[in-house]
């Protein structure tokens, strides 16, 4: 038999000892087993303050021989380590203090009894050691023991600030880890807003009712504290919650003051004529104090009102023009509010234990807040000035023909000074005319023409031409009035249809060709196109066009007209019968090799690379001769006298009257000059005549001369200076002499270019290709005696 002993230790250990003993005896053979011993738990408080080792309990066996008692398990030889201790005489011995916390809440161990002589295993018993918590630790507030929340004055009562929420290490399933949270209190105290606290387990929601006032208070502090519910002791935290109040437009602004001369001149605008202040107890600078303006009874929308950012002043300003005459003040009215909707909350009763009574306008409704906002009257004075004179109506239309005689009265203005105080007389000027068309008379305002109207000048757009007026009074700075003239013309048929080109090309066939040609008009229908086409000489067989009526027609050439460049005129007339006779230069070649004759004619025209190389090398020539010529001046210098040789040149000039670069002087009968540059060029450009002969005619008279030419040349070396200086001379003065003779030479006009001859007409010299050949040149002496009869009539007498 198994025998458990217990005591109870005076720091508060309760000792438990529950022994399932089996007796196992002998089976129906008599054979005796082993006995096995179970015992089910002992229990350990954490935290004990005594002495250790203390004795926990002691087992004794009914034995009649020894054993050896041993312990294996938790608390023995696996974690926690060190905590229990059996001797072989059965007591079982707590060595230090355990951590309900931190260490397993039970111990789980194996007791054996072994027999000392043979260490066999007589006895087995399983051991549980259950560790009872004790109240020491104390709620924590997470995650740490401050809050800080914001929130806005209007947040409506019974709405949720924040949350706080607290832990406790001890057993949750005991007093000892279960708490509640209290409010312990509220800084500062106000009367208008009371803060509870509604528990959730492990967490508590902070609530408030009433109305939050910023004006009153702008940061709560409350201390929450969370306590446990511990037997023997209680423990407790505290937590601090600061709760700041944001301001909101609980608070309507005010009107102050207002400031300004409250007065306008007419026809004066951007300028402020008021300042209105106001006062706002919400916070400066924020949407709640920032007011907001808002102009009535200003049907015009003559003004504006801004607010001052820096003063919250309202600024009304003119945007339009006013009227004195129209109008001598403006009534108005101004109201403010802020830039955020106003609410309203004030407490009507407290309940107790519920939500309290309130009178409220919430920021939502914004219209049951529009009828709060304070409103003052306004009254803005015009002030009177110089008016402009008005014309009446601002603008005219009139409608006439074009071409209308000049003088032609169009229209008359009216316009009128239109103060009341300022009666000025005014009178009536020209502004913008652009192609000078019309005059204004100063007093009357009637306007006339004073140049003849053309539809198609370029200044004329759509048919229209407009022009400014002006009507300047006499006041002090003079004031302008503005009138617009729009004249509407009619389109007469004044201009004639002419040919769109004047030149064309055509090829040559045997069979007839055709190339179109167009004509335009700057009337308008049905003065302009279409048009009838005539074609005047002898053209029969040679040409015609097809068709005779339209735009754009055909010319046709017949095959018995060759290549070469033809004069054509053309009687083209509009559907008026208004005509204009048109001269076509038609151009025949052959467009065999060339579709095109000017492309041919191009093409024909390239420079070779031989042509290339003599144009530059002639610019450098007359470079180098314009260089030497620098070199020359009117001094004396000895010079190559040309002798006569008895053969003639003609000299090529294009000057009619050519004179010396030097003045001769006369002393008496001698004359005295310099050596005139001009005769050098002269002699230098015969030379160069010379040399550009044929080569047939260079080569006689080099034969002729080449003796005396040797001989001259060495005789110019040597020649007296004075000799030459007295031939020089004498050459100037024949050449004067000779000028003063002959006079100025008028020239002859023969005929007026670009119209056609009434007679004496040149005959047009026309060579077939096909049929050319070099003796038909020897027959043209006759084509051109019409020439010079025209040209050199007195010729033609002789």
């Not at 060190?82 to 309900?100: A, H, N």
């Not at 009257?377 to 009446?392: A, G, Q, R, S």
């Not at 005779?548 to 018995?560: A, C, N, Q």
């Not at 007209?561 to 001269?583: A, P, R, T, W």
């Amino acid at each position: 038999m198994i025998c458990f002993s217990m005591r109870t230790l005076s720091v508060g250990f309760l000792l438990l000892l529950s022994v399932w003993s089996v007796y196992v005896r002998a089976d129906s053979r008599g054979i005796r087993q082993k006995r096995a011993w179970i015992i089910d738990s002992f229990s350990i408080e954490e935290e004990y303050s005594g002495t250790f080792p203390y004795k926990l309990g002691k087992v004794e066996l009914d034995r009649s021989y020894l054993v050896h008692l041993e312990l294996h398990g938790q608390g023995m030889d696996k974690d926690p380590k060190g905590v229990l201790r059996i001797t072989d005489t059965g007591e079982i011995f707590v060595l230090r203090k355990v951590d309900y916390e931190t260490d397993i809440n039970i111990l789980h161990l194996k007791f054996e009894a072994r027999n000392q002589s043979n260490y066999e295993v007589v006895t087995k018993l399983g051991l549980q050691i259950q560790i009872l918590d004790i109240n020491d630790h104390a709620p924590e507030f997470q995650p740490s023991s401050v809050y800080e929340v914001s929130v806005d004055e209007s947040l409506a009562q019974g709405k949720e600030i924040t949350t706080v929420k607290a832990v406790d290490q001890d057993d949750s399933s005991t007093d000892n880890g279960t708490f509640v949270f209290t409010i312990k209190s509220v800084t500062p105290k106000t009367d208008n807003v009371e803060f509870y606290i509604q528990q959730q387990k492990e967490s508590g929601t902070i609530y408030f009712k009433g109305c939050l006032d910023y004006e009153k208070a702008q940061k709560y502090t409350i201390l929450v504290e969370a306590k446990d519910k511990g037997e023997k002791i209680q423990l407790s935290s505290t937590s601090t919650l600061i709760i700041n109040i944001s301001d909101n437009n609980n608070n309507l602004p005010e009107f102050s003051g207002k400031t300004g001369p409250g007065k306008v001149k007419e026809r004066e605008t951007g300028v402020e004529v008021l300042r209105l202040q106001v006062t706002d107890k919400d916070v400066r600078g924020s949407k709640a104090w920032k007011a907001k303006y808002t102009i009535h009874e200003d049907k015009k929308e003559i003004f504006k009102i801004e607010t001052d950012p820096v003063t919250n002043e309202g600024i009304l300003t003119v945007i339009k023009q006013t009227d004195y005459e129209e109008q001598t003040n403006h009534n108005l009215s101004i109201s403010v509010q802020n830039e955020i909707p106003y609410f309203s909350c004030k407490i009507k009763n407290k309940v107790p234990n519920a939500m309290w009574v309130l009178d409220k306008i919430p920021q939502s409704s914004e219209m049951s807040a529009g009828n709060l906002y304070n409103r003052i009257p306004v009254t803005i004075y015009v002030e009177d000035v110089n008016d402009p004179p008005v014309f009446i109506p601002p603008v005219k239309h009139v409608v006439v023909m074009e071409n209308i005689d000049v003088g032609t009265s169009l229209t008359t203005f009216t316009a009128k000074d239109m103060d009341g105080s300022h009666v000025n007389t005014f009178k009536f000027v020209k502004g913008e005319d652009i192609d000078k068309w019309i005059t204004i008379d100063a007093k009357t305002g009637k306007v006339s023409t004073i140049k003849i109207l053309d539809r198609e000048s370029p200044f004329v757009k759509n048919a229209t031409y407009t022009a400014t007026l002006y009507a300047v009074d006499e006041g002090v700075p003079p004031l302008t009035g503005t009138g617009t003239l729009v004249i509407h013309l009619n389109d007469q048929n004044d201009n004639v249809p002419i040919l769109e080109k004047n030149v064309v090309t055509i090829c040559i066939d045997k069979e007839p060709t055709l190339v179109n040609i167009t004509a335009v008009d700057l009337d308008f229908p049905p003065y302009g196109s279409p048009f009838y086409y005539e074609l005047l000489g002898d053209v029969l067989d040679k040409w015609m066009i097809e068709p005779v009526y339209g735009t754009t027609v055909s010319l046709v050439k017949e095959k018995h007209v060759y290549s070469g460049h033809h004069l054509l005129q053309i009687k083209i007339s509009d559907q008026q019968g208004l005509y204009s006779i048109q001269n076509l230069t038609v151009t025949v070649c052959d467009c065999s090799v060339t579709p095109n004759c000017h492309v041919r004619m191009v093409s024909q025209a390239r420079m070779g690379p031989v042509a290339a190389w003599m144009v530059i090398l002639a610019i450098l020539i007359l470079t180098a001769v314009c260089l030497m010529s620098l070199t020359i001046s009117c001094k004396a210098e000895k010079i190559i006298i040309m002798m006569d040789d008895g053969i003639g040149h003609l000299i090529t000039t294009n000057t009619e009257n050519p004179g010396t670069d030097c003045t001769v002087m006369y002393k008496g009968q001698q004359a005295v000059s310099q050596t005139p540059s001009s005769l050098y060029n002269e002699q230098m450009f015969n030379r160069s005549t010379y040399r550009n002969s044929t080569s047939r005619s260079y080569r006689k008279n080099f034969q002729q001369s080449s003796v005396r030419s040797s001989v001259r040349s060495n005789y110019s070396y040597n020649i007296n200076a004075s000799y030459l200086t007295g031939l020089i001379n004498q050459k100037v003065l024949a050449l004067q002499t000779r000028d003063e003779e002959h006079g100025i030479y008028e020239p002859h006009c023969y005929t007026d270019e670009g119209q056609p001859m009434a007679r004496d007409e040149l005959d047009a010299i026309s060579i077939s290709e096909d049929d050319f050949h070099p003796d038909m040149l020897k027959n043209l002496d006759s084509r051109f005696c019409q020439l010079a009869t025209i040209s050199r009539p007195d010729l033609m007498k002789r």
